[in-house]
């Protein structure tokens, strides 16, 4: 693999733009060592300057946390014009939930907003295109229209109650679209619309059927009444039979998929011949166990809303496959049992660890497992491809444990399925990184694995072996294949695990180059005719804009869009410094920012300086990076304390993401201890490199950061002096399972590793003030996880501990009043305990 890089600026001059400061280790290029002709090692400055911070006035507690329309809406959605000259962006009403569209022409600095009798004639985000790129089709509001992208005419093609949704255009010319189960063809010519499938999901009519008891055997033979009737259904269904069979204008379409079952995914092939169908019992993910009391309502009731399963509930799952011929009307269930390791009793350390604690012995064997879709948390992409011509399929599933992924093919013939690709993982299978797809010139895959340890593209012949079209350490995500397959777009954190550009590499030979140098999060689109790049950035204290550039070269891009508001830029806000913070526990440093205060000096001494440690949620989520954060209030309520003299560290724990596999799954049943002692390594790097005195540091974060808030006063109690837990989970038997069961597996399965994570089994730990933020009517972390805490607290007789229950909050808080006096109760604390 070869990379040309466009830019010629060093890793230095990188960092010197970026806010990057390294300290107590060294970097290089992020490359393989059985790379060739790979990125040279470049240097870096072990401490280099930070950007200026922004504006003069300084922020309040109240500005930080009023409802951020005072900031500027940013644009959201956006997506190209079907003739690639302009930008369709949506952008919140100021005052208001409501999104206006806007269009806006790439050569000009000025958008129009769309006027709603106008809203169904600009496309969509995804938006499908015929074989010759002359006609777009897309839905707005559940109908299906087709645009002529040269004389830019509009056609509707559904206008109905119903919702259609998938439109696709067929290789002979037509638009297929689903309507619910039901698939329908759409002849653009004549206008005729037929129904290629019904999935049905029902068990099949048996049809008339014959007396089976003695006692109705003898009522058809003494009751000539009974056999007539008998006779005449049995001419009807005949009839029927013979007039779908012989008459070609009526739609035979129905296909029984069983009852009490639910259509996962499905995709109908480009010659609108076939669908593969993927079936799953209908068990919701909700039950009626679960609920959650909200206690302000409109009429003053409570109403108690039905909440999601917990993790404890969950029982093993597995997927039907059926692929389903058009043309024979033919229905078959595909076995699982072709795959590698579908039978693997791959979880028999973890059970033999549990079997060993009960007095047990556990003798391990095999077994079918479990087995469903992938269900990638950050790509649209269906995971069932079909190739260009119909005549191969891909399908990508993951087992129920977690612990495999395979990228399967479809034998028509032999009516089996054949394993493309197989990756296993003893901790689990990232949710993320899960991107494949068809070249569309031959019968060849390409897919994203983590096989290397970090997110890296291949390609595979159906026959042939997988060769890898990148390779270092950083992590690849969002492909766009070209129409001619000259490249394949990514996005990627090449040259600081925190900065995100976008590159291309020729799928042939293997030759990447770098298209964007932005220097901050940049995200992608590629235009409808490949000329063109519309990008999403943003910087470290910058929110996001819209910006164009040229697809096929490294040039200066053009901004679009300025949506941030002159009382924003007026704000002093601290920009923070990267730091990597050796770590004690892995040859890789903990990255992080860090707020310095106005009249810090470097090299000052004393350990005078108070600190606090804010903790992501999420987990695996990054927020060390060079891009304007999510947190963007704890971003302004970090500046406001850097003010009042506090250094704040940001940290990008284990479990972060970003920086691969490896530092993802070190969590792996036993989440909280990792990351705590990642904490313990910032406030040992604040202490020898802040002035910082140890005993005059607290913590706070939300959801997962609040979990870590936990187990740090609970497990490290001399770490802080305080902190603050917001929307957090105190026992992860209690949350979901998508989230939990990759890294803790069940809780049936492996307790050992739920008591090893959950802070409620530690709360005995804490000497130290906590305040608990709690939101009453959040869905996500129930608000039950605070009160057994609480219980458990009092029972414990613990006096340093406070709660703060928040009404009419969900897991995200909306209110501005809410968000203040949250953060209030945050900074008195810390006002009183540092």
């Known amino acids: 693999m070869i990379f040309n890089f466009s830019s010629s600026k060093t890793l230095v001059a990188l960092a010197v733009a970026s806010s990057i400061v390294l300290a107590g280790c060294s970097a290089t290029a992020n490359t393989s060592s059985s790379q060739q002709n790979a990125l040279p090692a470049t240097k870096v400055a072990a401490v280099v300057n930070t950007p200026a911070d922004t504006g003069s006035q300084n922020i309040t507690l109240e500005q930080a946390m009023a409802h951020p329309d005072w900031m500027g809406n940013q644009p959201e959605n956006a997506f190209w014009s079907a003739d690639s000259t302009t930008v369709i962006y949506a952008q919140k009403e100021r005052g208001s939930t409501l999104r206006d569209f806007y269009s806006q022409a790439i050569t000009s600095q000025t958008a129009q907003q769309v006027a709603l009798n106008k809203l169904h004639m600009l496309g969509a985000k995804n938006a499908v295109y015929s074989k010759d790129k002359s006609l777009q089709a897309y839905t707005f509001k559940g109908n299906v229209f087709v645009k002529n992208i040269k004389t830019n005419t509009i056609k509707q093609i559904t206008q109905t109650s119903a919702a259609e949704s998938k439109p696709q255009f067929l290789n002979d010319g037509t638009l297929a679209y689903r309507q619910g189960n039901v698939f329908f063809k759409a002849d653009l010519v004549t206008g005729l619309t037929s129904e290629l499938a019904n999935l049905k999901l029902v068990n099949k009519p048996e049809g008339v059927t014959e007396p089976s008891t003695y006692i109705a055997k003898e009522q058809h033979k003494l009751i000539k009444f009974v056999a007539l009737e008998q006779k005449n259904k049995k001419d009807r269904q005949a009839r029927n039979e013979l007039l779908n069979e012989q008459n070609t204008s009526i739609a035979n379409t129905a296909y029984y998929l069983g009852d009490g079952n639910t259509v996962a995914e499905v995709q109908l092939s480009p010659n609108g011949d076939a669908l593969l169908v993927v079936v799953q019992k209908q068990t919701g993910w909700r039950s009626d166990g679960d609920i959650m009391p909200n206690y302000i309502t409109d009429d003053a009731t409570i109403d108690p809303k039905k909440a999601r399963r917990r993790v404890a509930d969950a029982k093993e799952e597995t997927s039907e496959l059926v692929y389903i011929n058009l043309k024979d009307k033919s229905q078959k269930s595909l076995s699982f049992d072709t795959l590698p390791g579908f039978d693997e009793d791959v979880l028999a350390s973890v059970k033999k660890e549990n079997y060993a604690r009960e007095g047990k012995t556990y003798t391990s064997k095999k077994a079918p497992r479990g087995i469903n879709l992938i269900m990638d948390w950050g790509f649209e992409q269906s995971p069932i491809v079909w190739n260009d011509d119909g005549s191969h399929v891909a399908i990508m599933l993951e087992a129920w444990d977690n612990k495999d992924r395979w990228l399967a093919t479809v034998d028509f013939e032999n009516n089996t399925l054949v394993s493309q690709h197989r990756l296993h993982d003893d901790a689990w299978i990232a949710y993320a990184f899960n991107d494949f797809g068809w070249l569309h010139n031959s019968n060849t895959l390409y897919y994203l694995s983590e096989e290397s340890g970090y997110s890296q593209l291949y ?35 090449v040259e600081h695990p925190g900065l995100y550009e976008i590159y291309r590499v020729n799928p042939q030979t293997g030759n990447s180059e770098q298209i964007t140098d932005l220097n901050g999060m940049t995200d992608y689109t590629l235009s409808p005719d490949e000329s063109q790049l519309l990008l999403k950035h943003s910087t470290i204290t910058m929110p996001n804009e819209l910006y164009v550039a040229d697809a096929k070269a490294n040039t ?3 901004r679009l869009t300025h949506t941030v508001s002159d009382e924003f830029l007026s704000k002093k806000l601290t920009a923070p410094k990267i730091v990597a913070v050796p770590s004690s526990h892995t040859s890789q440093p903990i990255y992080a920012k860090v707020y310095y205060p106005a009249d810090y000096v470097e090299g000052e001494v004393g350990k005078n300086r108070k600190a606090v440690i804010f903790n992501h949620g999420a987990g695996y989520l990054q927020n060390s990076h060079m891009g304007f954060s999510v947190y963007f209030r704890e971003f302004m309520f970090h500046s406001l304390l850097a003010d009042e003299g506090y250094i704040v560290m940001d940290m990008d724990y ?37 002035n910082v005195d140890i005993k005059a540091v607290g913590t706070y974060g939300g959801s997962y950061g609040g979990f870590m808030t936990f187990m740090a006063l609970f497990t490290a109690p001399e770490l802080f002096q305080s902190g603050a837990a917001l929307r957090p989970v105190t026992d992860w038997a209690h949350y979901n399972t998508g989230y939990t069961a990759n890294i803790l597996n069940h809780p049936d399965v492996d307790p050992i590793a739920y008591e090893r994570s959950s802070p409620i089994y530690y709360a005995e730990g804490l000497n130290k003030r906590l305040l608990i933020n709690a939101p009453m009517v959040d869905d996500n972390v129930f608000f039950q996880d605070s009160v057994r805490l609480v219980q458990r607290l009092i029972e414990l007789e613990k006096e340093n501990f406070e709660t703060a229950i928040f009404p009419v909050e969900p897991h995200g808080f909306v209110q501005p009043s809410s968000w203040l006096d949250e953060y209030r109760r945050i900074h008195k604390l810390f006002k009183e305990t540092l």
Do not use: C, H
């Not at 992590?475 to 954190?493: C, F, G, H, P």
């Not at 691969?660 to 790097?685: C, F, H, N, S």
């Open 654 to 690: 284990r479990a972060s993401k970003g920086y691969g596999r490896d530092w993802r799954t070190a969590i792996y049943r036993q989440m909280g201890t990792p990351e705590t002692q990642d904490l313990a390594d910032g406030v040992k790097w604040m202490a020898k490199n802040a």
């Open 556 to 558: 200066q891009a053009t």
């Open 459 to 493: 390609k595979k012949p159906l026959n042939g072996k997988a060769t890898a079209l990148t390779q270092g350490q950083f992590e690849v995500s969002n492909l766009t294949l070209t129409r001619d397959d000259s490249a394949i777009y990514y996005k990627a954190n």
